[in-house]
T-cell receptor, first 108, second 115 residues
Framework: AQRVTQPEKLLSVFKGAPVELKCNYS??????LFWYVQYSRQRLQLLLR??SRESIKGFTADLNKGETSFHLKKPFAQEEDSAMYYC??????????FGTGTSLTVIP | ETGVTQSPTHLIKTRGQQVTLRCSSQ?????VSWYQQALGQGPQFIFQ???????GRGNFPPRFSGLQFPNYSSELNVNALELDDSALYLC??????????????FGPGTRLLVL
C-alpha cells in the first residue's frame, strides 16, 4: 500500500532551535516526495520537492530509502515558520498521498 | 498569472442532496486534481483530470464524479450527500510534463457542510 505517515500532530520548538518534522512513506518504486506548507489563513503551497534538492526558506529534506523517510529539517527555527506542514507522495496511477500533517509552533 | 480559484467558498446541503463545486485552473495549467480534507486530516486524493478525462482516482465511491472543460476548469459533483461528506474540498492545478509528480497549486477550498 502507498502511504505517508507523519507521526507528530503537534511540534513546538523555541526560536533559534533546530527543527525536524518527520515523514515516513510506503512505496515500492522510486518515490517522488514533497513537503507542502499552509501558513495561517493562506492556501496550501509547495515548500520543496525531493527531485529539485533545493533549500527553501532554510528548510531541507533528504530522502533516505533505507529508512523510507523524508524528514524536513531547519537548523534555526524562526517565528514565521509556524505553520501546518504536510508531507506528500506522488504514487502510481497519478494518485497523490498526503500525510495527516504536523502543526509547528515556534515559540519566541 | 491568475491563481487557482474555487467557488463557492462555503456551502450547506442536506443529506441526500447533490452538490457541484467549481474550480478554475491557474493560467497555463492542463491538469486538475480534487481533494477532500476532513477536519484534522490531510487532503485525500479524489481524482485527477487531464485533457478532459479522468486520469487517476482515489478510494472514493462513484457518487463522486467530475468534469474538466476545454479551458481546463473543472467541476466536482457529489450525489446522494452523506453526513461524512462534510469537509473542505480542495482543487489543485498543475502542468503535466510527463514526469512523476508535478508541483500542484492549490485553491482556497470550498467548505461543505452536510446536515
Amino acid at each position: 500500500a502507498q502511504r505517508v505517515t507523519q507521526p507528530e500532530k503537534l511540534l513546538s520548538v523555541f526560536k533559534g532551535a533546530p527543527v525536524e518534522l518527520k515523514c515516513n512513506y510506503s512505496y515500492s518504486g522510486s518515490p517522488e516526495l514533497f513537503w507542502y506548507v499552509q501558513y495561517s489563513r493562506q492556501r496550501l503551497q509547495l515548500l520543496l520537492r525531493h527531485i529539485s534538492r533545493e533549500s527553501i526558506k532554510g528548510f531541507t529534506a533528504d530522502l533516505n530509502k533505507g529508512e523510507t523517510s523524508f524528514h524536513l529539517k531547519k537548523p534555526f527555527a524562526q517565528e514565521e515558520d509556524s505553520a501546518m506542514y504536510y508531507c506528500a507522495l506522488a504514487g502510481t496511477g497519478n494518485q497523490f498521498y498526503f500525510g495527516t500533517g504536523t502543526s509547528l509552533t515556534v515559540i519566541p | 498569472e491568475t491563481g487557482v480559484t474555487q467557488s463557492p467558498t462555503h456551502l450547506i446541503k442536506t443529506r441526500g442532496q447533490q452538490v457541484t463545486l467549481r474550480c478554475s485552473s491557474q493560467s497555463g495549467h492542463n491538469t486538475v486534481s480534487w481533494y477532500q480534507q476532513a477536519l484534522g486530516q490531510g487532503p485525500q486524493f479524489i481524482f485527477q483530470y487531464y485533457r478532459e478525462e479522468e486520469n487517476g482516482r482515489g478510494n472514493f465511491p462513484p457518487r463522486f464524479s467530475g468534469l474538466q472543460f476545454p479551458n481546463y476548469s473543472s467541476e466536482l459533483n457529489v450525489n446522494a450527500l452523506e453526513l461524512d461528506d462534510s469537509a473542505l474540498y480542495l482543487c489543485a492545478s498543475s502542468f503535466r510534463t510527463g514526469a512523476a509528480g508535478e508541483t500542484q497549486y492549490f485553491g482556497p477550498g470550498t467548505r461543505l457542510l452536510v446536515l
